[in-house]
């Protein structure tokens, strides 16, 4: 029973991402409509904690992006990855990671895209290089910053939720993740072709309009960043600031009185990290509106304000069902894994990486199966070490930011293989991951 109930919970999940936008999330309620009432599962608890995060977090990068802060970032990105074309394998991809580091989201990367490949064609470097691991260092990001809504419901209540637990993934996991992205920059140094002995390459250019276009560019332009950006930039880094500060000193936030946990409260009287993090970067769009005189009702019209509902409604769907499945096996599934995670806790990982690579969210991933591992037994740095493997997203060529990487690359360096999976972002997705995890188990056993 226990393998047809799985089978159905992959099927759900595998018909949800080849449809993409919700598909995930509605899927996720068929296969929760076929656990409870064919199979008499009791429905386990609604990620009502993500999706607070993801609503509050996007919505508050939305009103940057309305603001015109997003803009004025990626201006400062395009500066730094024009610097030393020559060097644009390490450059991009770690441009990238600070800057997605800092926003909480890999929206950013899509700007940043036709610049890197841009500057990699002129340079004639490969554009596949810089643009495949620019791509898994965006997804890299996610976790370990402040702002984003896995970070945050892997250090929130129900998983990891004691004090100083933001701090601890962000002291682990971005150094870890750094030295990923560099070991992956050396793997791919060499990679392909050169780009002047690749004969796609040579073929088009033998169109003179497609050469004249490769060689041109609007680098000399001068952006037209708005008044309020550099405003609305220093008003979400004060809230990035304020919310790395209340995970790091608990201590000075209000107390009250003790009485049963919630998802706002611990049983101790403490805010919870949800409650915190929704406060202030809502109040710090607010802010943003206020004082740049942006109207309300375009922060709703913005690119990312939509991707906010699509993450919401794929997060309520697959993680509920997902949450009803563990919940209803819980036994089976720890008697099955138990033995080996505590022999080696590293192999945890895998099977992190595995449904990882299937649900399409970095947050999702983390609510399901991080719990798992605190079931398992795992230690709160082994479970920080293996946090990297929820960016396997990569696997399956469909995700957003890999199928944008590929469009934008014009010399068609950057591909998808005739397998489907060998396509040009496993290679340093899987080294920069391993790395990663690697890396964090050892910083861990250091730092905490």
């Known amino acids: 029973m226990l393998l047809i109930q799985f089978i159905i919970l992959i099927a759900m999940i595998l018909i949800g991402s080849q449809m993409k936008g919700i598909g995930l999330g509605v899927m996720g309620m068929v296969g929760l409509i076929i656990f409870v009432f064919f199979f008499n599962m009791r429905p386990g608890d609604p990620p009502i904690d993500v999706m607070l995060v993801i609503m509050a977090i996007v919505t508050t990068a939305a009103t940057l992006q309305a603001c015109g802060g997003l803009d004025y970032l990626v201006h400062l990105a395009e500066k730094v990855i024009r610097s030393n074309p020559s060097k644009i394998v390490f450059i991009a991809p770690f441009t990238v990671y600070f800057f997605c580091l800092f926003a909480g989201t890999a929206h950013l990367l899509y700007s940043l895209l036709p610049i890197i490949s841009e500057v990699a064609a002129k340079k004639r470097i490969r554009p596949e290089r810089p643009l495949s691991v620019s791509v898994i260092a965006s997804h890299l990001a996610i976790t370990g910053s402040p702002m984003s809504a896995a970070t945050a419901a892997f250090a929130g209540a129900g998983i990891l939720g004691y004090p100083g637990a933001l701090i601890d993934i962000m002291k682990v996991c971005i150094p870890a993740c750094l030295i990923g992205i560099l070991i992956s920059c050396l793997v791919v140094l060499k990679k392909g072709k050169e780009l002047n002995e690749d004969p796609i ?5 033998k169109d003179p309009a497609f050469a004249a276009s490769l060689d041109s560019g609007d680098e000399g332009q001068q952006k037209q960043i708005s008044k309020g950006a550099k405003l609305s930039v220093i008003i979400f880094s004060i809230a990035v600031l304020m919310i790395v500060v209340a995970g790091a ?6 107390t009250f009185e003790a009485g049963s946990a919630s998802l706002i409260m611990k049983a101790n009287g403490e805010l919870q990290m949800v409650a915190v993090i929704c406060m202030v970067t809502l109040t710090a769009s607010a802010a943003m509106l206020l004082l740049t005189k942006t109207s309300a009702v375009k922060v709703t019209q913005v690119s990312l304000f939509s991707s906010m509902a699509t993450a919401v409604v ?7 069902m997902s949450a009803t499945f563990m919940s209803h096996n ?4 720890q008697g099955f894994l138990q033995e080996v995670v505590t022999l080696y806790p590293w192999t945890f990982a895998i099977a992190v990486f595995i449904l990882g690579a299937l649900m399409f969210s970095q947050a999702a991933t983390t609510k399901t199966m991080m719990p ?6 795992l230690s709160n740095p082994a479970l920080i070490a293996i946090f990297p493997a929820v960016n396997s997203d990569f696997v ?8 944008a990487a590929i469009n934008f690359d014009r010399t068609g360096s950057t591909k998808i293989g005739k397998f489907v999976v060998n396509h040009s972002f496993m290679v340093p997705g899987i080294v920069a991951i391993v790395v990663a995890i690697a890396a964090g188990f050892l910083i861990g056993s250091f730092v905490m």
Not at 330 to 333: F, G, L, R, S
Request: no cysteine; net charge neutral; hydrophobic share 55%.
């Open 330 to 333: 819980k036994v089976e599934i």
């Open 201 to 205: 390459f040579l073929e088009k250019m």
């Open 249 to 254: 000193f608990p201590s000075l936030l209000p």
């Open 372 to 377: 798992l591992g605190m079931a398992l037994g």
């Open 396 to 403: 399956l060529p469909g995700y957003p930011t890999l199928l």
């Open 314 to 320: 794929s997060v309520f769907g697959v993680v509920w």
